[in-house]
């Protein structure tokens, strides 16, 4: 890998950690998700009992609104037709008969919503995952756009840590770390095994906050400012060498969270911000998946005692996205 | 019903044709979903044999252009971020220790793309489906909007009917017919039966000209005018009786294909345009879905013999959405 | 006037005031803009002396944001080509020799920037200015729309009155209200008089606030909510029948202003929000321009001692806009 | 100036012609708009005689469309909220007192509608006006954005040569010639000069043809292809060294059309595509305004026989923007 000047201080970082370039071809942009081949799928289907089904796509256009970085917008969803078109006599439609139709459209940032990252979201060293050139993104993503993943979907044995229930919490405060060491001891309590191909999805509470509590209580618990930016400071799993390894000795297709970020938004480890996604995105080619609603699945399998299932997803197939939003299932 | 003077030359046409209203009670805003209960979850997911994935999404923002209907416009994709900002410097990434990262938002019509059409994308008489008034999708969809099936999702035994395949031809062509009587032909040929609470396919092959030939080829093949709009005229299953009843006694909750409108466009039986689409969406309260790509699915079929399999799909959750962007996927 | 009981609260309270209904006809669109003949235009050609220009114009899309009601947005500035674009290969000029270049789009709300309010912005008793229907504004506006302003041009002598300079302040602190004895005070201090025909400039400061001192400061000031919703709390004349009958009698044509909303937010005189929005552009027919960048023209006028000037405005020709954005020219 | 292999071809061509660069100063971003001084805009101000005024911005989101160089959309106009959205109970006004308002928004792209080409919008040799570097367009223009000409204002003399009526042609043919020869000739004819300073407006009748006609009949006489990519072959001036010296000798600040090109598309004395286009934004930073309405403000000086006027133009204040959307005004 070559670092440039600008990139040193992370790859300095993250030296030590493994990667997964040229291990499924030097075209490959699928990553990790090469992980999930038919008997992976079959895995997944073979964790279905009670075929019950939760998605965990947010809404869009919520009148209370979205859950966003701060520095994007929520969605704008606008109606192209309703019933006032015709009363009004804009509209006819005699070679139908008269029956009436409405028609709308939305203007939304793909990682404004539930999504999937791309592996072009997020490179150091001037290089994207596999090597491709950072270049590449200019004017467009060429490499690692998020179709190749619309293409492929997102399908295999998913598990959820709930680490807010595991804590007896609603929600994790913001900054708040998750240790490796405390999602193996919540799988265990759990009876839970993270096994070879999961989908890994963490649960911390956020979404909940937001839907229970609204807006204004989940900025005031998360919001801050980076370099004079508006950002949030939420709560999660972060960067050390022995995470990273686990991720890759697991070989983990994708993080889901209920959060924005993920991660920890502020490093304990690091001191940087979100040193996780450049070595899950870039380096290992582990997808990410934020602000999923996790609670009604928590929930059920609270019930249940089951936190193993289906996981199905696929982003909106957006041709040379960074990201695509997407409303994931899963089946119990 | 309650048919107002506009609507009567189509409420006449359809009088004959049952309805869901009231069914799953007054407040019901899920239709023929209601079918998708766990144990129809579950006899989905025993459809499942090889693990084998196939999406259904279609490229959102292709370079070559995107099936469309004529009024609609293509999906506009923008890069918010790119390599190119920082080699510019108008953005630093210090907090981050460097990484850099991409960004993008698309600006997409709901039915602009693969989607599922909500139940109050259609009505006649001044009522949606179950009765919901009209005037409700004045200003932003009230009652039926996409939402309620966003957070359901749509899960169960799906079965391709190849029509193309059937016929021995690479696609329809356009105008052309598809009776109930080839429907259960082609299903007898590929030994599969369509049971109550199947999501129904039918391949057209309109996609696959549009993907492998081209826009041009595929618009010279089906574009017309109406009224004196830009129109398609596609080929596909109309309205009768019997196949209404059809759909209401199998239980349909869903009607997938790979056209742009879903059913013969310029219906053979009635003279009207899409002349389905009420009867399904308002009366029945069964879900349509187009734009899919069939064709590497329908190849999967006939290599393993096998039509069958599990259907999942969950547009996004816009709220008060008429429709929904979704990419669906399908596991044998 | 056919007022209905939604109406009534405030049509009675402005039961008392003029209206322009059937003044140029009764299928006139125009308003008091009619009042801009071209003797008026020549009478503001006349009032040229010094050559200086001064456009009022605020910027769209500002890294540091654009004033704006807190319900809508900030526009969206969208690059679709620059230099990344040519040097990632992903655009050739081969027709063109070589030569590159760059091209960019904005989304932008019509009132979320200097502009021009029409005459279906806003009204009361379902009748539009002139007595159109106002259910001719559902899906879209077929009656009043800018375009006839975009058509006609504001041309004609404008007349600024810097009540700021007057009170001797920076601003007009949130809430303050400015009487009709206090316009008149400040005309005749500058030594200017409005004359029949004058397009009627006010400054509060609250522009320069903005721009000066940075959007929190300007919002610090003036947001607050209004039934829960956020909202602006500004500066500004109000309602009163003496007012309203001094700006028929003058035959003002617009009204423009340095502030959002282009009067007491909060009325004094009649407890409700905006109480003059209507009785202009409905009653009267009389524009309305919001947010337009004074300062500097104060300084010019304060320099020269001149405050009466030619006025130049077109805003964009957006067929069935409720308004138009538009970049008005002075010219001393 | 420094070029690049890629531009060379273009820079040959063009190497013998003269540029500002230096001309205003290292920093300057205004170009040969300098020229207009408040000595020019009293120039402009002595052309008035009738007080007649004509717009010249061509309609937004025209149910007939929009002239459009063909890789562009039409503008979209989404409309925020109209009497539909009271009627359905979807908004109240009680602060208000019951008045009802409309709002809307436009997606509108910078040179898809009348507009003036920033000096950023075109390049070669990998420098911009004044030879700043093309990199600094990379996320966003830095340097020569039309916020710039948005500031300053284009007010002064303007002189139209209606090349068109010269001919006694309702229109001139795709890919017809201008030359300066003809210019002169047809000023003379119309018993006008273009003096220095003067904003030269060229009228071919193509927006005749587009508003008179329609739209297909626009695209048939014009649509074309370059390069395997949709295009227009309008007519027009071209390149020559005489040309480009006589703008440079009469100071001309800006050249204004009624064609979406500007000049001859596809150039007879280059065989490239507009070469005029970096000749006059980059080298000479003469300004370009494409899309005017010019056969009302035609007629007018054929009937009253003067050919100059005022001209007053003011594009959107779009930070950053490769061009602006304006509408302008003449005063006659």
Avoid at 111 to 135: I, Q, R, S
Avoid at 268 to 278: A, C, D, K, S
Wanted: proline letters at 5%; aromatic letters at 8%; hydrophobic letters at 35%.
């Amino acid at each position: 890998m070559d670092e440039n000047a600008d990139a040193e201080p992370y790859a300095e970082i993250v030296s030590g950690t493994p990667d997964n370039w040229g291990v499924w071809g030097d075209d490959d942009e699928l990553g990790a998700l090469n992980h999930l081949d038919p008997d992976a799928v079959l895995r997944g289907v073979g964790a279905v009992s009670s075929g019950e089904t939760f998605t965990l796509g947010t809404p869009i256009g919520h009148p209370d609104g979205d859950p966003m970085w701060p520095t994007r917008d929520d969605a704008d969803h606008h109606m192209l037709r309703d019933k006032g078109h015709f009363e009004a006599g804009k509209v006819t439609r005699e070679p139908y008969g008269g029956w009436e139709n409405s028609d709308d459209l939305v203007y939304l940032y793909n990682h404004g919503t539930t999504h999937v990252d791309g592996l072009a979201h997020v490179w150091y060293g001037d290089e994207l995952y596999n090597g491709f050139d950072a270049a590449t993104t200019k004017g467009g993503i060429e490499r690692c756009g998020i179709e190749h993943v619309a293409d492929r979907g997102i399908v295999g044995r998913g598990v959820l840590l709930d680490v807010a229930r595991h804590r007896d919490v609603e929600y994790l405060d913001a900054g708040e770390r998750i240790t490796l060491e405390e999602l193996l001891a919540c799988a265990s309590e759990q009876g839970v095994e993270v096994r070879r191909g999961d989908v890994l999805l963490i649960r911390t509470g956020a979404m909940d906050l937001f839907y229970r509590e609204g807006a204004d209580a989940f900025y005031e618990e998360f919001e801050t400012t980076h370099g004079g930016e508006p950002a949030l400071d939420e709560a999660g799993i972060t960067y050390t060498e022995e995470l990273v390894e686990w991720f890759d000795e697991r070989e983990i297709p994708m993080l889901a969270t209920d959060t924005v970020t993920a991660e920890q938004t502020i490093s304990e480890t690091t001191g940087t911000r979100l040193p996780l996604h450049p070595v899950l995105l870039r380096d290992l080619g582990v997808l990410i998946s934020e602000m999923n609603r996790l609670g009604d699945l928590a929930a059920g399998c609270a019930e249940d005692g089951r936190y193993e299932f289906l996981y199905v997803g696929a982003p909106l197939h957006v041709v040379g996205g960074t990201g695509g939003p997407m409303n994931p299932i899963v089946v119990k």
